[in-house]
């Protein structure tokens, strides 16, 4: 009964072989190597971007660098101004050569300190008491709203506006003929003398700053005259008597004309 157990002869084995077993074949493949990568070229539109940025960073460095030079030198500018003391004021002229040996220093004038700009001179009146007095006694002391208000519409007309050019060469503003009417309708309630005091008080005002000191007058042009002229002794110049008849004067005037226009 041995015969169960013994094993069957093994077959030969050929020559050159082995006993190790051949390896367990995988289930996945190795996988591929990756393909070789080139570079990409960069598009216009990406070069051109690259190109404005780096042209507007230079634009900023050169921007920034300037800056700081022109502070630089504002601040060496300022500098010596604040720094150097004011030049002092040319010597008075003398009245002598400076080359002459025997002229004598001119003495130093004690220097005054410069006005200050808050100091006003008063102006010295130009009227005198009897003017004043002239003018306190004609001021009004009635006044009507309705001419008040006439003559400030008036103004915006152009008859109005084209007569002011005329005279005095600019429109004319109409801010004062309005202040006069409200005015008027202010004082329209008041009593009577409360109103004739307020009357007179405005058109004081009114003169004082046409008229008052330091402000254009006639007698800038015509002296005043303070008194009576004596019986006898105005309008007494003698005048050539006229040679040429009209005639004649208006043909010398003519040719005078003419000359004068050739």
């Excluded at 070229?41 to 971007?49: C, D, G, R, V």
């Excluded at 130009?126 to 001021?139: F, G, K």
């Excluded at 046409?210 to 005259?225: H, I």
Aim: with cysteine; aromatic share 8%; hydrophobic share 30%.
């Amino acid at each position: 009964m041995g015969w169960f157990w013994q094993a069957a002869p093994s077959s030969p084995k050929p020559e050159g072989s082995s006993d190790t077993k051949p390896a367990p074949a995988t289930a996945h493949p190795p996988p591929p190597p990756p393909p070789a990568t080139t570079p990409q070229q960069p598009t216009p539109t990406e070069s051109a971007a690259a190109a404005a940025a780096a042209a507007d960073r230079e634009t900023a460095l050169f921007l920034s660098m300037l800056m700081k030079e022109t502070g630089a030198t504002a601040d060496e500018s300022r500098q010596p101004a604040q720094t150097s003391p004011p030049p002092p004021p040319p010597p008075p002229p003398s009245a002598s050569p400076s080359w002459n040996p025997f002229r004598k220093a001119a003495p130093e004038e004690p220097q005054q300190p410069p006005p200050s700009a808050t100091t006003t001179t008063p102006a010295s009146p130009t009227r005198t008491p009897q003017s004043l007095a002239m003018s306190e006694h004609l001021l009004p002391t009635t006044m009507s709203c309705r001419d008040a208000f006439d003559y400030a519409w008036h103004c915006h007309t152009p008859g109005s506006q084209v007569n002011a050019v005329y005279r005095y060469g600019s429109v004319r503003p109409c801010t004062e003929l309005w202040d006069d009417f409200w005015f008027c309708m202010r004082t329209k309630r008041f009593e009577t003398p409360m109103r004739e005091a307020a009357i007179r008080e405005h058109y004081r005002a009114k003169e004082a700053a046409k008229y008052g000191a330091g402000r254009p007058s006639s007698e800038d042009v015509w002296e005043s005259r303070d008194d009576k002229v004596p019986p006898g002794t105005a309008f007494q110049a003698e005048f050539e008597a006229p040679v040429l008849d009209d005639a004649e004067f208006q043909r010398a005037d003519a040719e005078r004309r003419r000359l004068i226009r050739e």
